[in-house]
């Protein structure tokens, strides 16, 4: 599967290079929560890496969360076709076309604030997730020859499973290209959520130190093009995609990994192994040890292992597509990063994890394993590959 073309907006602003520029720079783009960020007071105690206000038409407080996903995503589609080459354009014109829309929770803050108070007609209201997807769709259906649409809703897994669904369905040739669309903005509900479950860093995000106390949470919209694999064209490829289910905690994987494991060894065939890791990475006791086991695992070389919530928080339903277009801005710049938050790692962990304690070497960049797990036991790994 070709991956033609990406592109996004996170806390580091807009587009993959404002990414992959704050994390080599080293940027925390975290902010402590006063309690007076949303509509509703909220209690203090966590981190959001909010998306810059300079790129917010009105703030959260002005505007419901459909019109901010609108907003985003009109910014984020813009770029993304502007640049995108003719010859992509014109194939999007003739093609048929599925639209995949990735999320934990889509809009449910609307959703909440418009009929908490009214069961009644809850029960017609419009999907929180398939209003956004709606939106794109109906606005953007000029560019596609014919176009469908589905929601992808598996927790924080989302974004690999609407990769696995898309290399389905570009395999049996159902559909000639799939746009994921991958994004979750934070409100007061998912926050409280997880403050809630005392997964919240009052700090700083440290993932894999032993001294991790936790995540930070991170506002995100990401847009990708995929293909049928093509030989003749020089893309990135996404040679596999795969997926585990477990059923031990609705909100924290197994401690020994097994679940990812077997998503991981279910890549490939040929036991060729990544030149470099970008992982889940939250930062909490239970993911980063569950993670830890996995990854050992199923590879015990020092390959490098990076990860990027520290610096735009935990995206939820976006975070999958936003550590593959890191993976990708890596392969390309052939630069490392560190966990810039993460003095030294877990003694007790093995895998090669870049603190700023290491110096390492940049190694040839072809080959990247991405990692991402979810609540309800919904964990996946996907394999990308530079052009040769």
């Known amino acids: 599967m070709d991956l033609v073309h990406y592109d996004c907006i996170t806390a580091a602003g807009l587009g993959p290079q404002a990414l992959i520029k704050g994390l080599i720079d080293g940027r925390d783009f975290s902010v402590a929560i006063q309690g007076n960020e ?17 790129l917010q038409a009105a703030p959260i407080k002005e505007r419901t969360y459909q019109e901010a996903y609108e907003d985003y ?23 048929k076309v599925l639209i995949l829309f990735s999320s934990t929770k889509g809009i449910i803050e609307d959703y909440i604030w418009d009929y ?10 419009p999907d929180p997730f398939f209003m956004p997807l709606h939106y794109f769709k109906k606005k953007n ?6 176009a469908d649409a589905l929601v992808i809703s598996n927790a924080c897994a989302s974004s690999h499973i609407a990769l696995q669904v898309a290399k389905a369905n570009l395999e049996l040739e159902i559909y000639e290209a799939v746009i994921v669309i991958a994004a979750d903005l934070i409100g007061p509900f998912i926050y409280q959520g997880f403050l809630s479950l005392k997964v919240m860093s009052p700090t700083r995000n440290k993932p894999f130190s032993a001294d991790r106390d936790g995540l930070q949470l991170g506002e995100a919209l990401a847009i ?34 097994e679940s990812l494991y077997r998503a991981l060894k279910k890549l490939n065939d040929s036991n060729s192994m990544a030149d470099f890791y970008v992982a889940h990475g939250t930062g909490t006791r239970f993911n980063d040890a569950s993670e830890e086991a996995a990854l050992i695992r199923y590879d015990a070389s020092d390959a490098p292992t990076v990860g990027i919530k520290w610096s735009i928080g935990h995206t939820l339903g976006a975070s999958g597509a936003l550590d593959l277009i890191t993976a990708c801005e890596m392969m390309k710049s052939k630069k490392l990063f560190y966990l810039e938050n993460t003095l030294q790692k877990d003694q007790t962990f093995k895998k090669n994890y870049l603190t700023k304690k290491l110096t390492v070497e940049t190694p040839a960049f072809c080959r990247a394993v991405v990692t991402s797990l979810g609540f309800g036991g919904v964990h996946a790994a996907l394999q990308v590959e530079a052009p040769r």
């Open 38 to 54: 949303w509509r509703q007071s909220v209690p203090t105690g966590g981190r959001v890496c909010f998306i810059p206000r300079e």
């Open 224 to 257: 990708l093009l995929l293909t049928k694999h093509q030989p003749l064209q020089k893309n990135i490829k996404i040679s596999n995609v795969t997926s585990d289910t477990e059923g031990g905690s609705v909100t924290r994987p197994s401690m020994n990994g």
């Open 116 to 125: 908490a108070d009214s069961t009644a007609e809850a029960r017609f209201a």
């Open 141 to 146: 259906l000029g560019h596609f020859g014919s």
């Open 73 to 95: 995503l009109d910014q984020v589609w813009n770029r993304f076709y502007k640049n995108l080459a003719v010859e992509s354009q014109l194939f999007l014109k003739k093609s």
